[in-house]
């Protein structure tokens, strides 16, 4: 017990045997606790388009998260195996300076995430305590602070109960937006209300993988203290099962209330929801959606930190995992978040959506490319000491990462549609997007082609 409430030391070097600890089933607990909060439901919001019917919405939403969640899992199950976090594992594939590239997207991609998180919860603390928004992102950040200080336990042991507590709130919550009276009364026209239409269709798929594929560069940073000989059946089902099943729930809950209740913002809306049902409840729901935001949120910034302390050592070596250096770097962090969540509150959906839209686009091809290498290339074999030696067997810059990476990304442009940008192929399809299907093929592809009868010459 004691291991577990333990303020880790540790940053991105390997996890030693004899600190292993923890079993598979923690990981379903982590991602559920994670993923089932506001965020998402605000995810499944934006499925929801004039004429667009609520049952196409609903089997995109299952469509992509099944999807997604098969990638972000076997993410997961690289972490027991290897011990170290998941971006640092990238210069086996990127080379030793090479893997800054997808460090630095990454980083921008936690900010982003956090940003957006950090807005809904301090809305919802905010309406809990009667206090300004913004003093709702100070103590947001200083709860997010702490529990990251903290580290992998705390936030291990945080989302353990974090889980039950959104299971029941949420429960609730969705059974009285469907037999609740006088709220459930529209749930027959927004379930049959609208048609198929192509475009809207793929932007929910594409929303529900994102939302997903999303934990793919800090999941397996979760499951790396786990015992080196916990299998990846068990590491791949528990991660699965965790992200795939909240995600599905929260954005079709989400769906489904903007279908019958159009809100553009979800955190009165839910609340007022709440609270003409039961008593009090409404005020459940705000706290609910409060630690939702704390708990993704602390994942967002222990991720920053991961990746920013890698990107930091890549150039200056000398450094030691202890407390002081977690300190050192998180508290800067947190203020940088704090600072960028300041940011356009006042168009919260439309900017969420666009950083999703971008944001896929540059992450398909890192993780194509991490998984072709892990899981067909080498097939696991990795020489650990050698991913933190600049003159290691990866190399300093791998050539061959930065073609698919880069191509994989303008295999995309084609395909893209977003706020800036539409491909020609976009308008074909109804002004869908399907660039992450292609990036991932491309980008995939090319790596096993062209990285495999090379990567005899890095074995160890």
């Not at 798929?205 to 000989?229: K, W």
């Not at 967002?300 to 890549?314: A, E, K, P």
């Not at 200056?316 to 940088?336: A, G």
Request: overall charge neutral; aromatic content about 16%; glycine content about 10%.
């Amino acid at each position: 017990m004691a291991r577990r409430f333990r303020f880790e030391t540790n940053s991105i070097n390997f996890i030693p045997r004899d600190q292993r600890h923890g079993k598979a089933s923690d990981l379903f607990y982590l991602w559920f606790g994670a993923n089932a909060q506001m965020a998402v439901v605000t995810t499944g919001l934006l499925t929801i388009v004039p004429h667009f019917g609520f049952v196409w919405a609903t089997i995109g939403i299952i469509g992509g998260s099944l999807l997604g969640s098969i990638f972000m899992a076997y993410h997961s199950a690289q972490g027991p195996h290897l011990g170290i976090p998941q971006m640092i594992q990238s210069r086996a594939q990127f080379g030793y300076y090479g893997a800054v590239v997808p460090l630095l997207m990454v980083v921008v991609m936690y900010l982003g995430f956090y940003a957006a998180g950090a807005v809904i919860g301090a809305e919802a603390l905010s309406l809990l305590l009667n206090i300004p928004v913004y003093l709702g992102m100070l103590i947001s950040s200083a709860a997010d602070l702490l529990l990251v200080v903290g580290g992998y336990s705390f936030i291990h042991r945080f989302n353990h109960a974090m889980s039950y507590f959104f299971s029941g709130v949420f429960l609730v919550l969705s059974a009285l937006i469907i037999w609740g009276p006088g709220i459930g009364k529209g749930l027959y026209h927004a379930a049959f209300y609208g048609h198929f239409m192509l475009g809207p269709f793929l932007l929910s798929v594409s929303l529900a993988v994102i939302n997903t594929l999303g934990y793919a560069p800090y999941v397996a940073d979760y499951s790396r203290y786990l015992p080196e000989s916990t299998t990846v059946t068990s590491t791949f089902w528990y991660s699965y099962l965790g992200v795939s099943l909240s995600n599905m729930w929260m954005m079709i809950l989400g769906a489904l209330v903007q279908a019958e209740s159009p809100h553009s913002d979800p955190v009165v809306g839910f609340f007022h929801l709440g609270s003409l049902a039961l008593p009090f409840f409404g005020l459940l729901v705000l706290l609910a959606a409060w630690l939702g935001v704390v708990s993704i949120n602390a994942l967002n910034i222990y991720g920053t930190f991961m990746s920013t302390l890698t990107i930091t050592t890549t150039f200056c070596r000398r450094w030691k995992p202890t407390l002081r250096l977690r300190i050192q770097f998180i508290v800067p962090i947190v203020i940088v978040a704090t600072y960028v969540s300041f940011f356009d509150r006042s168009h919260l959906l439309i900017s969420f959506q666009t950083f999703l839209t971008f944001l896929i686009d540059f992450l398909v091809p890192w993780t194509a490319i991490n998984l072709t290498d892990f899981y067909i290339v080498r097939q696991g074999q990795y020489d650990i000491n050698g991913i933190f030696n600049p003159h290691g067997p990866y190399g300093q810059i791998n050539g061959v990462a930065m073609i698919c990476y880069f191509g994989g990304f303008l295999a995309e442009l084609p395909f893209m549609n977003n706020p800036v940008y539409e491909g020609y192929m976009a308008k074909l399809l109804d002004h869908g997007d399907i660039s992450w299907i292609i990036g991932l093929i491309v980008a995939g592809a090319l790596y096993w082609i062209l990285e495999t009868p090379l990567a005899h010459r890095k074995r160890f």
